[in-house]
T-cell receptor, first 113, second 111 residues
Framework: NAGVTQTPKFRILKIGQSMTLQCAQD?????MYWYRQDPGMGLKLIYY???????DKGEVPNGYNVSRSTTEDFPLRLELAAPSQTSVYFC????????????FGPGTRLTVT | GEDVEQSLFLSVREGDSSVINCTYT??????LYWYKQEPGAGLQLLTY?????DMKQDQRLTVLLNKKDKHLSLRIADTQTGDSAIYFC???????????FGTGTQLKVEL
């Protein structure tokens, strides 16, 4: 199993540009999550999904959109990039374990200038 | 949202014990976690504790839970240079499947 994969690893965007961060998991997990990590701030939940076709906002959803058309994929869309979206983005997934363990991808480092 | 709090930095000498502390917010959290993040990588689950336990030991790791004070700690015995990383505590919130993470503690192990 590859686990949780993310592409790209790095990206530089100009203000106002758009992009999609890709996330895929091969563990047949129902739950998937997008976080952003800023220095000294921990991880903040952007959006999450409890299954294909179902998504919901997390703590910091403004400026982002998601979709979940399949169990495996959970892309994150930035429509009009702003410098405040410079961050490291992590995708995670979890299954039906009682411990709710989340499995993380390696992250995408995004810079908006 | 409410914050899960951790100190930002901890420096220890190789071979010593490290203790990383966390204060969480939700007294109804069923599980509490410790995740490790190595440079340039995602988070990896180290260990977790169920809320009806006071202590959990797993090789060099000991987790202590004080529910009255909402305090969680991670003790790493015989700390090695490979333990240098950022350590996050996290609690289950919102009815399950969502986690709230602390700000992370950067552990530096010196020779």
């Amino acid at each position: 199993n590859a686990g949780v994969t993310q592409t790209p690893k790095f990206r530089i965007l100009k203000i106002g540009q758009s992009m999609t961060l890709q996330c895929a998991q091969d563990m047949n997990h129902n739950y998937m999550y997008w976080y952003r990590q800023d220095p000294g701030m921990g991880l903040k939940l952007i959006y999450y999904s409890v299954g294909a076709g179902i998504t919901d906002k997390g703590e910091v959803p403004n400026g982002y959109n998601v979709s979940r058309s399949t169990t495996e994929d959970f892309p994150l869309r930035l429509e009009l990039a702003a410098p405040s979206q410079t961050s490291v983005y992590f995708c995670a997934s979890s299954g039906q374990e009682l411990s709710y363990e989340q499995y993380f991808g390696p992250g995408t480092r995004l810079t908006v200038t | 949202g409410e914050d899960v709090e951790q100190s930002l930095f901890l420096s220890v000498r190789e071979g010593d014990s490290s203790v990383i502390n966390c204060t969480y917010t939700d007294s109804s959290s069923t599980y509490l976690y410790w995740y490790k993040q190595e440079p340039g990588a995602g988070l990896q689950l180290l260990t977790y504790i169920f809320s009806n336990m006071d202590m959990k030991q797993d090789q060099r790791l000991t987790v202590l839970l004080n529910k009255k004070d909402k305090h969680l700690s991670l003790r790493i015995a015989d700390t090695q240079t490979g333990d240098s990383a950022i350590y996050f505590c996290a609690e289950v919130t919102g009815g399950g499947n969502k986690l709230t993470f602390g700000t992370g503690t950067q552990l530096k192990v010196e020779l």
